[in-house]
């Protein structure tokens, strides 16, 4: 009865809930923790190991991306550079085949052999110019595709650290809403218990006072009624 006592007694009927504390969970890498200050959710170290590795992961793919864009810099790329080498390589070897064929044929200095170097020269330009132009599109376009990959893993890098923050947020939030809904249901319920309580004091007092003469009956009135204070 001492209970009830101190239930109905109060003023407030959510001061019975003072002390109420909901219990935490520890799972999926968070522990959750009610104290004075609210609601608390941290990570485990190792869940804090697993996000920060995933996003290093994105932050080392980004940094190997970005060190394959000069490979691949419009003007300067590795495959212009192998290709132009190839075509001069070529260059050299037929302008010296055809150089000694002129000497041989004793034409070298005259109109006939300049004008053959002539032509194979800007021969050997044409299909220097024609690389030039085809790989400046492939590097345009590789350059583009590296851009985006590198962007993408930059974001993936930062998103997975905000999506760990949204996931505590939205545990933290839902946590709280159903503590707030049980307390508040539960101060309900005793602010009615508390009421029938009192609304019933009356007619238990009169009924026990109508039953009993004098003052023994005043007596045991009041001993009744102290029960409740």
């Known amino acids: 009865m001492s209970a009830l006592k101190s239930i109905f007694s109060s003023d407030s ?3 019975a809930l003072k002390d109420f504390k909901p219990t935490g969970f520890t799972g999926g890498g968070f522990n959750t923790v009610y104290g004075p200050g609210g609601l608390s959710v941290t990570p485990t170290a190792e869940r804090l190991g697993a996000v920060g590795g995933l996003s290093k992961s994105f932050g080392d793919l980004s940094t190997e991306i970005a060190g394959l864009r000069p490979k691949v810099a419009p003007g ?3 495959l212009r550079t192998a290709r132009l080498n190839e075509i001069e ?3 050299t070897s037929a302008i010296g085949n055809l150089r000694e064929n002129l000497a041989r044929r004793r034409v070298l200095g005259s109109s006939f052999g300049a004008d053959a170097l002539t032509r194979a020269e800007n021969e050997f330009a044409q299909q220097k110019d024609k690389v030039q132009a085809e790989t400046f599109l492939q590097e345009m376009e590789a350059t583009n595709n590296l851009i985006q990959q590198q962007f993408a893993a930059q974001r993936g890098q930062f998103q997975t650290g905000l ?3 949204n996931l505590e947020a939205d545990i933290a939030s839902k946590l709280s809403a159903n503590a707030t809904n049980v307390m508040a249901k539960n101060a309900q319920t005793l602010a009615e218990l508390k009421a029938k309580e009192q ?3 009356g007619s238990l007092l ?3 006072g109508g039953m009993l003469l004098g003052d023994a009956g005043k007596n045991i009135g009041k001993k009744v009624g102290s029960f409740f204070e």
Do not use: H, K
């Open 13 to 15: 009927p959510t001061d």
């Open 76 to 78: 300067m790329s590795d």
């Open 89 to 91: 390589n070529a260059r």
């Open 163 to 165: 999506d760990e923050l």
């Open 199 to 201: 609304s019933g004091l």
């Open 206 to 208: 009169g009924s026990v």
